[in-house]
């Protein structure tokens, strides 16, 4: 008997890498030929785009002007007020890292190394510019460090990102009449700065108001009900460039001339509806895919229905619309170039800008769009590749 | 004598009454005047044919469905369209599915731990021991931080025992527990509901399982087309049913 259960059997080991080619590529004759194609394809183009990239590109404008591209107009001598935004952020992310790890290590690490990189970058810079670059893996590492220590608590962590998110707005702002913290008007905002803000106030502001809007839409209460639905029916049926021209150039002929609303704020705003009718349609959705035999057994145990939403539909119903909402992020990220249209030199605005400041960059608008698209496609492929892991680790135990 | 006397007069030890019990599904008509009361400590098994309303009725018992005629009582409170009254049901009263219904999202132990800690307000601590306790008494305490995706069948209907019993109710309620089960798992909830059951629970269950019926219930109620065709001890039930309609249904059942 004994001889019977002592013989394990193991599945067939995996090809090795040879046979791996033929069986994927080298199948077939057409397979073959598919394969060399394609392999003289790709090397054309790669020997096109990286000659022209290396040698024919002329990246004067975009490297002349990185700090217009970074901040805009903000004033050089305040400059200190971004980096240590950007010191805080970096701090966080370590921390992050210690406590949480997985998918926030990839982020710190990168994070880090970008940084790094740009202190020693060939490029003009001053050298306390190229320390405060310096200065950010420093920073990470003794953010990992402190995650060691008690204060290494989710609690503190989500805390510490909240509280960052309120002292950047007050460091970018300033205070009125301090002198160590002058006002900055927000007309001189710009750049990748802006297009951050912009982005992420939308994101984090538009999430709640959406979730609410979801729920409103299916509450049994007709008044609420309507209006819900009224709201998210007329705000999917216009563009965004007319929302924020309403936002920004209509919505103050009614106010009064007393509250005059900021400009980026007005962008703001927009954005932020917009965003949520969205929003609310993607979580709806989520909702509807909730088991009806879940509610029933949430009312069976005694919970109310604040709390069936709260622990027992909303957590299910948000996992699996991840995909959706994070999708709807990038796009709200890109749809920031459009505030370009109230006025705001977001970071497309900037490259327009750029170009108009010399007269030989004046035909080199293929490089500076290439740079933007590269900027807009690292942050883009960051927020998706956070959503793919996400869901992996929230996954857990899902059939 | 008016309504309200008779409800009254009916109580006694009595843990639910229901009178003249009706529900329409728009225009089907599924309970046709259900009068059943069920004593404390009492285990009623009811079976009949599938579309006969038997779920449903029990599902009006803590108003997952809701009836539009007639007056249900449990443990002294009647039930009405107030959400307290009907909250403060649904904690005396638990109930146990044929899917299961487990939280996916949730590992067992906050499966069980949720509703006592937020319904009954209890300390984490007194939550999570009790639900060890519970988990110990359905067999499998070293299943509490798995995910109910990672358990089998069998295991899944254990765990939603221990999350009905851990709010601590004065009833418990089985909609079909082992239909959705493979034949060998069926034991296993089997034994543990017949153990709730010696234990004193004042149960009604749905079921097909006839063996369970036989020894475990105090009556057998059979269901038919939203009436109540013919109720009984489980001895004259098999051996004597009176209604055509009940033999019919013990032919089919118990020659399969």
Known sequence: ?399 | MTEGNAIHSSIGDNIIVCRDVHKWFDDFHVLRGISLTVERQEVVVICGPSGSGKSTFIRTINRLEEHQRGDIIVDGIELTHDIRNIEAIRREVGMVFQQFNLFPHLPVLQNITLAPIWARKWPKDKAEEVAMQLLERVGIPEQAHKYPGQLSGGQQQRVAIARALAMQPKIMLFDEPTSALDPEMITEVLDVMRELAYSGMTMIVVTHEMGFAKEVANRIVFFDEGNIVEQDTPEEFFKNPKEERTKLFLSQILTH
């Open chain 1, 1 to 399: 008997m004994s001889t019977v259960s002592t013989t394990v059997v193991r599945p067939p080991s995996p090809p090795g890498p040879v046979r791996w080619l033929k069986k994927n590529l080298f199948s077939t004759w057409y397979n073959t030929l598919l394969t060399v194609l394609a392999a003289v394809v790709v090397f054309f183009v790669l020997r096109g785009v990286l000659t022209w990239v290396l040698f024919t590109a002329n990246w004067a404008p975009v490297t002349n002007s990185l700090k217009l591209f970074a901040v805009g107009q903000y004033p050089p001598d305040q400059l200190w007020r971004v980096g240590t935004i950007l010191f805080m952020v970096s701090f966080l992310f370590g921390l992050s890292w210690r406590v949480w790890g997985g998918t926030v290590r990839t982020f710190a690490l990168t994070l880090a190394i970008v940084l790094g990189v740009l202190s020693v970058l060939p490029i003009s810079m001053s050298l306390t510019l190229r320390l405060g670059f310096l200065a950010n893996p420093v920073l990470t590492f003794i953010g990992y460090q402190v995650g060691r220590t008690p204060i290494g608590k989710s609690l503190w962590v989500v805390l510490g990102w909240l509280l960052s998110f309120v002292l950047t707005i007050i460091l970018l702002t300033g205070v009125e009449g301090a002198n160590w913290l002058p006002r900055v008007e927000t007309g001189l905002w710009g750049g990748l700065l802006l297009t951050f803000l912009l982005a992420l106030v939308g994101i984090v502001a538009s999430f709640p108001i959406g979730v609410l809007l979801a729920l409103g839409r299916q509450s049994s209460l007709p008044v609420l009900k309507a209006f819900c639905i009224a709201f998210i029916e007329i705000v999917r049926g216009v563009p965004l460039v007319t929302i924020l021209f309403m936002a920004s150039i209509i919505l103050p002929l009614f106010l009064p001339e007393e509250v005059r609303v900021d400009r980026v704020l007005r962008a703001m705003m927009g954005m932020t509806l917009f965003a949520a009718a969205y929003m609310a349609e993607n979580i709806r959705g989520g909702l509807q895919a909730i088991p009806l035999g879940q509610v029933e057994a949430a009312k069976a145990v005694g919970l109310d229905g604040f709390q069936i939403m709260l622990f027992i539909v909303l957590p299910q119903a948000l996992r699996l619309v991840i995909p959706a909402i994070v999708g709807q992020f990038i796009a709200l990220f890109m749809d920031t170039t459009l505030a370009v249209i109230v006025g705001l030199m977001e970071l497309l605005a900037v490259g327009r800008a750029v170009l108009e400041i010399n007269v030989e960059w004046k035909l080199l608008n293929m490089e500076v769009y290439i740079f933007i698209a590269a900027v807009f496609w690292i942050f883009n492929y960051a927020m998706s590749y956070a959503s793919r892991h996400l869901e992996m680790a929230l996954g857990v135990g899902e059939r």
